[in-house]
C-alpha cells in the first residue's frame, strides 16, 4: 500500500491531526516498543488521550484508557505472578461483551500469551474439547458460566469475575517489558457443523489494515462506537481494534436487544454501530426512537446480509449500512457501501485498497463475469493457519474462502454461498441464499432458511424454513407459487416449515443441522 494513500487516509479519519507533542512522541513510542497488537493500540490510545473514555458499559459505568490499561497491566503481573502464566502459554476468555474481557486478553497478550476467544453458545462438552485441543492453561470466564466449565480437566485454572477483581486488587508492583515472543488472538471458528477450530490471527505490522477499513467505511478519530457484534467474533474483535486504533469510545451490553440498543445508541450519541445482519434485523422489530441517533455508520459482517434488509433499513435510519464480506481466516474480501446496496442489496460489495479477489474454477483459472467461481482472497491479514496444524487451500498466495461467488459487469462480487452448502437436486445446483434472499422479501416473512434434504427421486430437495411477523400467516402452496414465478422449477421448495425462530449461533449464522433434525 503506498504511502500517500496511507497518509491522506489517515489524514481524512483524523489520526495525523496535531496534538500536544509529548503526548504524541509517548504515542508513538507505544506503538514502536509494543506493536500492532491489542495492547500495543491500548498503549498507544492511553498515551495520547489517557482521560478519554474508552469503555462504557450497561450499566452505564465509565473506564477511561489510562484506566483501562492500568487494570489489563495489573491484571498481566497477577496473572504471571499468581497463575504462572508465561510466553507461549494459551489463556481462554469466555464472556460476553464486557470490559472484563478486554482486559483479560490485552494482559495475555502483554505476557507473550495466546488468547483464546471462546464462544459463550459453546455447550458444556465443546468447551472441555476446546479446552483440551487449544490446550488452555487458564479460563477466564463470566459468572454465569460457572456450572458450564465444571468439566473443564482440572489442569486448566479458572477465574470468574469476582477472581478477576481479586488479582487486579491483589497485583504485586513491578515492570512489564515486551515479551520474548508476540502473543497472539486465536478466533474459534462459528462450528455450525461440529466442533470449532481455533485459528491464528496474525498481528498487524502497521497502518495498512486499518488504512483498507477506514477508508471504505467512514469511521473517525474519537467517535463513539456501538459494538453489539460479539467480541469473541472476527467482526466484533476488529471492531475492538478499531476503536482502539481510532481512540474511540466504546459502548458495550452484555446481551443483545434491540430496543436497549437503540436507546444506548441515543443516549450516547454514537456515530457508529459494529452489528452482525441478524442484529440489524431485530433492530427494525421494534419502534425507531424519536429523534434517531446521529448514526453514520452501521458496519455489518458475519453471515449473508439478507435481500431487502440494507433498504429496508436505511429507509429508516440513513444510508449507513456497510456490509463487509469476510471469514475468520481471511479477515475482509470486499466491503459494500451504502450506494452499492441501493443498487444491489445482497451484494458483498469490492475489495478495498491492499485486497487481491479472484474467481477461479476447479482447475484455478479466472472465470469470466458472471460465472460463478470459487472465491480467493489475499490480504495482509490472513490468517496464519489453524491450531491444529491444519490448513487451506492457496493459489499465487490467496487463499480459498470455501464460498462461491460471481462478479457482474459493475464489478460488484454476490456471495452465493459455501461450496458444500450447495443442494443438487435432480442434477441441477441450486443455491440456498438465492432462495432465501427471495423469500426474505414476502411482507409477511422475518427471517429464512433454505436447506437441502435427502429425497429418493431427486437426490436432494428443497426445504424452506419461514420466520413470520407476529400476527401474519402464509400458506405453503403460496410460498412455492412465488417462488415458481421468479425462479426455476429446481429452486422451489418442496416443504415449507413454518417456526417461530431460526435456531442461531451465537454470532447469528443459521445452524442448518438443527434444521434438519426436523427431518429425524
Known amino acids: 500500500m503506498d504511502l500517500p494513500f496511507v497518509v491522506a487516509t489517515l489524514t481524512r479519519r483524523g489520526l495525523l491531526t496535531p496534538g500536544r507533542p509529548i503526548r504524541v512522541a509517548s504515542q508513538l513510542g507505544a506503538l514502536r516498543k509494543w506493536g500492532w497488537s491489542l495492547a500495543g493500540e491500548l498503549r498507544q490510545a492511553a498515551a495520547r488521550d489517557p482521560g478519554r473514555i474508552a469503555v462504557v458499559d450497561d450499566q452505564g459505568a465509565e473506564t477511561t484508557y489510562q484506566e483501562l490499561l492500568d487494570r489489563a497491566e495489573r491484571l498481566a503481573r497477577a496473572m504471571r505472578t499468581a497463575l504462572g502464566v508465561q510466553p507461549g502459554d494459551r489463556v481462554g476468555v469466555l464472556c460476553r461483551n464486557h470490559r472484563g474481557l478486554i482486559e483479560a486478553v490485552v494482559a495475555a497478550t502483554v505476557l507473550g500469551a495466546d488468547a483464546v476467544l471462546v464462544n459463550t453458545g459453546l455447550s458444556a462438552a465443546q468447551l472441555t474439547t476446546v479446552a483440551e485441543e487449544q490446550q488452555l492453561r487458564v479460563l477466564v470466564h463470566d459468572a454465569e458460566f460457572a456450572e458450564r ?10 477465574v470468574d469475575e469476582r477472581g478477576h477483581e481479586d488479582l487486579i486488587a491483589g497485583a504485586l508492583p513491578g515492570d512489564l517489558q515486551p515479551p520474548e515472543r ?6 474459534l471458528t462459528s462450528g455450525t457443523t461440529g466442533t470449532p477450530k481455533g485459528a491464528r490471527r496474525p498481528t498487524p505490522n502497521g497502518f495498512g489494515p486499518l488504512v483498507s477499513i477506514i477508508d471504505r467505511i467512514p469511521l473517525h478519530t474519537r467517535d463513539t462506537m456501538m459494538i453489539a457484534a460479539p ?18 469510545t466504546i459502548v458495550l451490553h452484555r446481551r443483545f436487544d434491540p430496543a436497549a440498543t437503540l436507546t444506548a445508541l441515543v443516549a450516547h450519541q454514537c456515530q457508529a454501530l459494529f452489528a452482525v445482519p441478524v442484529m440489524v434485523q431485530r433492530l427494525l422489530d421494534v419502534p425507531p426512537p424519536d429523534p434517531l441517533p446521529p448514526l453514520k455508520v452501521v458496519a455489518v459482517s458475519g453471515s449473508a446480509l439478507p435481500g431487502g434488509l440494507a433498504p429496508r433499513f436505511m429507509d429508516v435510519y440513513g444510508d449507513v449500512i456497510y456490509n463487509l464480506y469476510g471469514s475468520t481466516e481471511v479477515s475482509w474480501a470486499s466491503i459494500a457501501s451504502p450506494a452499492d446496496l441501493r443498487e444491489a442489496p445482497t451484494t458483498a460489495g469490492r475489495p478495498p485498497r491492499g485486497t487481491r479477489l479472484e474467481l477461479l474454477d476447479a482447475d484455478g483459472q479466472p472465470v469470466p463475469d458472471g460465472r460463478v467461481g470459487r472465491i480467493f482472497v489475499g490480504n495482509e491479514m490472513l490468517f496464519e493457519g489453524y491450531t491444529s496444524g491444519a490448513r487451506r487451500e492457496t493459489h499465487d498466495g490467496l487463499l480459498d474462502t470455501g464460498d462461491l461467488g460471481r462478479i457482474n459487469a459493475e464489478g460488484l462480487l454476490f456471495v452465493d454461498g459455501r ?24 411482507p409477511q416473512v422475518r427471517e429464512a432458511a433454505v436447506i437441502g434434504v435427502p429425497d429418493p427421486e431427486y437426490g436432494q430437495r428443497l426445504a424452506a424454513f419461514l420466520g413470520l411477523h407476529p400476527g401474519e400467516t402464509l400458506d405453503p402452496e403460496a410460498v412455492r407459487e412465488y417462488v415458481r414465478h421468479y425462479l426455476a422449477r429446481f429452486s422451489v421448495p418442496r416443504d415449507v416449515i413454518f417456526v417461530k425462530y431460526l435456531p442461531r449461533n451465537a454470532t447469528g449464522k443459521v445452524l442448518s443441522r438443527e434444521l434438519r433434525r426436523y427431518y429425524g
Open 231 to 248: 467480541l469473541f467474533h472476527t467482526w466484533g474483535y476488529a471492531g475492538l481494534q478499531v476503536a482502539f486504533a481510532l481512540r474511540a
Open 182 to 187: 508476540d502473543g497472539r488472538t486465536i478466533v
Open 149 to 158: 466449565v465444571l468439566g473443564l480437566p482440572a489442569e486448566v485454572q479458572r
Open 419 to 442: 461450496a458444500d452448502d450447495m443442494i443438487v437436486s435432480g442434477g441441477e445446483n441450486v443455491f440456498p441464499s438465492e432462495v432465501e434472499d427471495l423469500l426474505s422479501r414476502l
